[in-house]
């Protein structure tokens, strides 16, 4: 196996470019090549992870199957590579900062003044090098957070000018931009790609590959004067034009040879059968649908698509196993009242409700909870909206007045959610959940979840505080919503079910987190399959 080589992903002009979607497509081309990768995100904000930032400042927070709170960037990852991430692959400037300061601390340093330069850059380097360490990958793809002249990103950037140097060929950098169109004179700007490679150079880094974010096809004479400008060669200048799906950028990105670019650069040796046929087979079914089927997302946060973006790709990967078009209905939970819920869900095929924390909106999911319920709609509440599933059975089938989690009202007569017994105490947020990936056994052989698992045992990941209250569970065994999924360690309950519903699950657990192109997860896929049938 060939000394481990790493890539750099850097950004400029603006943010939200889709460095990530990058990263991931390159990463999927070389691993079809027959190259072992895995891509890791420099996060250039202090906090320690995402995992206390509001979903409005940062989109959803993606948990690893060994329980890291990381950005969402990692489910593209996952989705694209179909394998699973970990806490190093994902970094952030607060946990660089604090554990330069634990060490400071500790007396590591003897004494000596501690810098930007060596001390934060070092722990940089090393934590970008923990993968590549491992022996177990041959390319490490760094995503850097943030654009090309942020202040935050500078260390990181300092961190890339000394790598390069040090590993020589073996280290590479991908520079993405954007390529303005001005409608006003018809014509695609590379000024601002060459101010953002003047002031990469200004840190000390001479970007390898040029990636051109556009709306309009690139010609080769603008391919010339980039390549001129910038000091890279004609072929290190890339298109990467928009694309119905994210899903089709990998194959633009063959198109461009991106991946020939970059294993010549790197010194690796090209394999020309690539093997993308699984990936093709997807990709057909996505777009040549035979059937639609409208999906409500139930949440508090729905005017940000991204809190929601593994659902929304779990949905997209369902879709496509389904050959069916998933057509998603935003619903924000805190629209929804008894008097109006019938207009807004009875068009609906389905129904989900999303996860999430606090009191704001849930009236709302409870009704939607109830909607389904009495009217056959299939309905998946995730986390919550498993939660919120069984107050709303609670309170209206069980007829447990109050009924609540204690989350919401400490005070409720019948909390039918408690928090979990080893989360009492804690005080500090970050990362004091139950987090990662942990066993499920699925007790009811004739469930709609054993049917669609296909299997006895599982494990899912988890993210919550809060869980079924395990005092209340023969009430509702026996009054017709069974638990069938159990963790066999703790006895928690992770599964809901209604036994004489079409479709109605809940699960503690969120099975959006494993679901990638190649293997979509069987409750999405059984979720849309029942909704795809008349009520």
Wanted: net charge negative.
């Amino acid at each position: 196996m060939p000394e481990t080589r790493y890539i750099f992903v850097t950004g400029g002009v603006t943010s939200s470019l889709g460095k990530g979607i990058l990263a991931s497509s390159l990463a999927k081309l070389l691993q079809s090549r027959g190259y072992s990768v895995t891509i890791q995100k420099l996060d250039p904000y202090i906090n320690v992870d995402p995992g206390t930032l509001n979903p409005y400042e940062h989109g959803e927070c993606f948990v690893t199957e060994d329980g890291a709170e990381t950005d969402l960037d990692l489910g593209h990852y996952e989705r694209f590579l179909n394998e699973a991430t970990s806490q190093a692959n994902n970094v952030t400037t607060g946990r660089i900062y604090q554990s330069v300061i634990d060490k400071e601390r500790r007396g590591d340093y003897l004494g000596k003044t501690v810098q930007i330069i060596p001390h934060i850059t070092d722990e940089i380097k090393r934590r970008i090098k923990i993968l590549g360490s491992k022996g177990k990958y041959d390319i490490v793809i760094t995503e850097i957070g943030g654009t090309v002249g942020d202040i935050e990103s500078l260390p990181y950037v300092e961190t890339v000018r000394q790598l390069k140097w040090e590993l020589g060929n073996k280290a590479m950098v991908i520079h993405l931009t954007l390529v303005p169109y001005l409608a006003a004179t018809g014509e695609l700007k590379t000024k601002p790609t060459q101010h953002s490679v003047k002031m990469l150079l200004e840190n000390g880094v001479q970007p390898d590959v040029l990636v051109l974010r556009t709306e309009h096809e690139i010609d080769l004479s603008l391919r010339k004067k980039v390549a001129l400008f910038c000091n890279v060669g004609l072929d290190a200048v890339i298109e990467s034009i928009n694309v119905p799906t994210i899903y089709e950028v990998p194959l633009k990105m063959l198109e461009e040879k991106l991946d020939i670019t970059v294993l010549n650069k790197l010194g690796l040796a090209i394999n020309e059968d690539i093997d993308l046929s699984a990936w093709n087979s997807f990709l057909t079914k996505h777009k040549n649908p035979k059937q639609e089927v409208k999906i409500g997302i139930v949440g508090k946060y729905v005017e940000l698509h991204d809190a929601y973006k593994s659902i929304v790709e779990a949905l997209v990967h369902a879709g496509a196993e389904n050959r069916a078009r998933v057509n998603v209905e935003w619903i924000h939970s805190e629209g929804i009242t008894k008097e109006n819920v019938v207009e807004k869900l009875s068009h609906l095929n389905g129904i989900i409700v999303a996860p999430g924390f606090g009191h704001r909106g849930l009236e709302g999911k409870i009704q939607a909870a109830k909607y389904a319920r009495e009217n056959n709609t299939p309905y998946f509440g995730i986390c919550l909206g498993m939660q919120v599933a069984v107050i709303e059975y609670a309170r209206n089938v069980l007829m447990l007045e109050g009924a609540d989690s204690s989350e919401m009202n400490p005070k409720t007569p019948h909390p039918v959610i408690d928090l979990m017994e080893e989360q009492k105490g804690i005080t500090n947020y970050g990362g004091t959940m139950r987090l990662g990936s942990y066993e499920c056994r699925i007790i009811e052989k004739d469930s709609n979840v054993c049917t669609a698992y296909n299997k006895l045992t599982v494990h899912e990941r988890h993210r919550h505080r809060y869980e079924f209250n395990e005092s209340y569970r023969q009430q509702f065994v026996d009054g017709g919503m069974t638990p069938v999924g159990i963790n066999p360690e703790t006895e928690l309950v992770e599964v809901m079910e209604i036994p004489d519903h079409k479709w109605f699950v809940g699960v503690q657990f969120h099975p959006e987190y494993r679901s990638t192109v190649l293997n979509p997860h069987p409750l999405f896929i059984d979720f849309i399959k029942n909704s795809l049938v008349e009520k």
